[in-house]
């Protein structure tokens, strides 16, 4: 992925996150700016990149202007979206994010609605795409990358393509940018 340009409304929350790890004091800091990334006043996306231990990543995409969190699977099949909605991390997650915002103030200046909205929505985004065969498990985190690739660009997560072949292509694009070649 190329940087970001200083103007841009997202930024990437600069660690894996796991669920299932309970809150960090890393996200206030982040979100206050510490360490030069952008405060999240000055943006309205947050990326999430989010690992399941030994098994799976997919992304999280917060959108602050309307505290909803849009999830990006490409291995629905395996159910985590409902599973962690059911089981209550995702709950936890959204609380901890709030719980940490308020701690800096960032929603003090915000109009009222939005200030008095302190619940996180979690939404499955089902038509990104996905792995072909679940067997194929090296792909979710050349997924993922694409995915952030795609908010980041202002692009339709789609593909016009068949998974394999996405997830190949876009491993290409990986290997030249990472080795500048063409």
């Known amino acids: 992925m190329e940087r970001r340009l200083a103007n841009a409304r997202w930024t990437i929350f600069p660690q894996e996150l796991n669920l299932q790890n309970g809150k960090t004091f890393f996200l206030r800091n982040i979100a206050n700016g510490v360490g030069g990334h952008p405060k999240w006043k000055d ?3 947050v990326l999430f990149p989010i690992n399941v231990p030994h098994a799976h990543w997919f992304l999280a995409v917060l959108h602050l202007d309307i505290w909803k969190v849009h999830i990006y699977d490409s291995a629905r099949c395996m159910n985590y979206f409902t599973t962690y909605l059911t089981g ?3 709950k936890s997650f959204g609380d901890s994010i709030i719980e940490e915002l308020d701690v800096i103030d960032y ?9 008095d909205n302190a ?5 499955d985004i ?19 990358s694409m995915y952030m690739k795609m908010i980041a660009s ?3 997560v789609k593909s016009d393509k068949p998974c ?7 491993r290409n694009r990986m290997t030249n940018i990472i080795w500048d070649t063409k």
């Not at 915000?110 to 200030?115: A, R, T």
């Not at 619940?119 to 939404?123: A, D, K, P, S, T």
């Not at 089902?126 to 997924?143: F, M």
């Not at 394999?164 to 876009?170: E, K, N, P, Q, S």
Request: charged letters at 25%; a negative charge.
């Open 154 to 156: 202002g692009v339709p």
């Open 107 to 115: 929603r003090k200046d915000f109009p009222d609605g939005h200030k």
């Open 126 to 144: 089902v038509d990104a795409p996905q792995q072909e065969y679940i067997t194929n498990r090296g792909n979710c985190g050349v997924l993922v």
């Open 164 to 170: 394999r072949d996405a997830g190949f292509l876009y």
């Open 88 to 90: 209550g991390e995702f």
């Open 43 to 45: 943006v309205d996306m």
């Open 119 to 123: 619940v996180m929505e979690f939404i």
